[in-house]
């Protein structure tokens, strides 16, 4: 004989099937709990709130890589030095090596699951008489490299915009104090998301993938379909190079 279940056996009270979002929950839970007990084994209490999901952390690694924003300040000094081999074969060698310092730091953070991360790494994987020095140098580096990469962001940032007023208005020509105001504008508004928006923070960075992914396509499409003077030869392409403008 076979068994049934009601259908108001797995719906809640107001009538609602609640079934995947508990389970979701559930799930959410269970991983919340080994995170805390792996700290727990490495002499830690967990303190911070785990708020962003894990497609937010990855369009948080997209606004940090800003493929469109950063294509758009290099993309001459490959054109100027060795031209399209530098820039296709460049690209390759790179993501080649980005790639294994992504999977190197990614197995160390599984094994140090720590919010303090690398200057917690270097103290973990030196030896007792060189942790605290390799700890503080790792520490002080980090800090002073998220100083000056806020620093150029913002700084990049607000030339972006006054350029883009330029293309409205061609008679404007910014002033070095409309960039430093601009510098600061932009700084003022990450701030201020930062302190009292920072319950959107998770939405902000979804938003990001699909804002970069968007922003690829759209400069690959228009780059394209702009190019009046004809496209170079597939030889071009893979084997020229030109150093002579540099």
């Known amino acids: 004989?076979?068994?049934?279940?009601?259908?108001?056996?797995?719906?809640?009270?107001?009538?609602?099937?609640?079934?995947?979002?508990?389970?979701?929950?559930?799930?959410?839970?269970a991983l919340s709990e080994n995170a805390d007990?792996?700290?727990?084994?490495?002499g830690y209490k967990s303190e911070l709130p785990r708020s962003l999901s894990f497609f937010s952390v990855l369009g948080l690694s997209f606004a940090i890589m800003a493929v469109p924003f950063g294509e758009s300040t290099t993309l001459t000094i490959g054109l100027t030095d060795g031209g399209p081999v530098t820039i296709f074969y460049g690209w390759i060698l790179l993501t080649i090596i980005s790639v294994c310092i992504a999977a190197s730091l990614a197995e160390i953070c599984s094994a140090y699951p720590t919010s303090g991360g690398v200057y917690y790494w270097s103290a973990m994987l030196a030896n007792k008489r060189w942790a605290p020095v390799t700890s503080w140098i790792t520490g002080w580096l980090g800090l002073v490299g998220n100083w000056t990469v806020t620093t150029s962001i913002c700084f990049?940032?607000?030339?972006?915009?006054?350029?883009?007023?330029?293309?409205?208005?061609e008679a404007y020509v910014p002033a070095a104090w409309h960039v430093v105001l601009m510098y600061w504008a932009v700084l003022c508004v990450a701030l201020c998301v930062n302190i009292w928006l920072a319950k959107y923070l998770d939405f902000i960075n979804t938003?990001?993938?699909?804002?970069?992914?968007?922003?690829?396509?759209?400069?690959?499409?228009?780059?394209?379909t702009m190019a009046r003077g004809g496209r170079r030869s597939a030889s071009y392409v893979f084997t020229e190079f030109d150093a002579t403008r540099a």
């Open 1 to 29: 004989m076979t068994n049934t279940v009601s259908p108001s056996a797995i719906r809640s009270s107001d009538g609602e099937n609640n079934t995947p979002q508990r389970t979701v929950d559930q799930q959410q839970e």
């Open 37 to 42: 007990a792996q700290l727990a084994a490495m």
């Open 156 to 169: 990049s940032g607000g030339q972006l915009i006054l350029s883009a007023i330029g293309l409205w208005n």
């Open 207 to 224: 938003i990001c993938v699909y804002w970069t992914a968007a922003s690829v396509l759209i400069i690959l499409i228009t780059v394209l």
